[in-house]
T-cell receptor
Framework: DTEVTQTPKHLVMGMTNKKSLKCEQHMGHRAMYWYKQKAKKPPELMFVYSYEKLSINESVPSRFSPECPNSSLLNLHLHALQPEDSALYLC????????????FGPGTRLTVT | AQTVTQSQPEMSVQEAETVTLSCTYD???????LFWYKQPPSRQMILVIRQEAYKQQNATENRFSVNFQKAAKSFSLKISDSQLGDTAMYFC???????????????FGQGTRLTINP
């Protein structure tokens, strides 16, 4: 099973709303990633969790709050977002030793109104 | 810092033709990995092929193969017998392993939009 799942597929939220994105994998990977992708651009790394601890934060605004409740789950909590935060949010996972390829989920298309 | 450059923003070929996508990168590292990912209109990023820098032999996966020139820092992707389903955005990516506790950072190029015409 090489599947990373993400919910919801689409999300529309107002600037005052609080919402969460969810990512799940059952490949036993101990590294999980959040990326933001604008149209016709490559993904931009936001956060990396390794062994359930936040390893990398690419200077992301605090209105984005990641959480890794266990080794299979990764959440991204959203609060007081801006219209420019509208994008495709991709989750990925990888092993931490040996093979290094990252497996991506299908993404959540977020629109902030 | 590593950089990845894809000089072809868009390409278009006829079905069954062979197409080559170019990628160059800049790094001072000796141990690293290179990847090609495809992202079709369905949005899912799919790994196409990977290459370890310490391996001289070029990686192949069915119709997909790479030409890895380490000294020239070049990593091109060749798609043989192209199919309509190959239509996608293709991203070249560089990775240095073991950045922090086993986590890695992927550095992506800007992408090449490939269209396969019937």
């Amino acid at each position: 099973d090489t599947e990373v799942t993400q919910t919801p597929k689409h999300l529309v939220m107002g600037m005052t709303n609080k919402k969460s994105l969810k990512c799940e994998q059952h490949m036993g990977h101990r590294a999980m990633y959040w990326y933001k992708q604008k149209a016709k651009k490559p993904p931009e790394l936001m956060f990396v969790y390794s062994y359930e601890k936040l390893s990398i934060n690419e200077s992301v605004p605090s209105r984005f709050s990641p959480e890794c409740p266990n080794s299979s789950l990764l959440n991204l909590h959203l609060h007081a977002l801006q219209p420019e935060d509208s994008a495709l949010y991709l989750c990925a996972s990888s092993q931490t030793v040996g093979s290094y390829e990252q497996y991506f989920g299908p993404g959540t298309r977020l629109t902030v109104t | 810092a590593q950089t990845v450059t894809q000089s072809q923003p868009e390409m278009s070929v006829q079905e069954a033709e062979t197409v080559t996508l170019s990628c160059t990168y800049d790094t001072s590292e000796s141990n690293y990995y290179l990847f090609w990912y495809k992202q079709p209109p369905s949005r899912q990023m799919i790994l196409v092929i990977r290459q370890e820098a310490y391996k001289q032999q070029n990686a192949t996966e069915n119709r997909f193969s790479v030409n890895f020139q380490k000294a020239a820092k070049s990593f091109s992707l060749k798609i043989s017998d192209s199919q309509l389903g190959d239509t996608a955005m293709y991203f070249c990516a560089f990775m240095k392993p073991y950045i922090i506790q086993g986590a890695q950072k992927l550095v992506f190029g800007q992408g090449t939009r490939l269209t396969i015409n019937p």
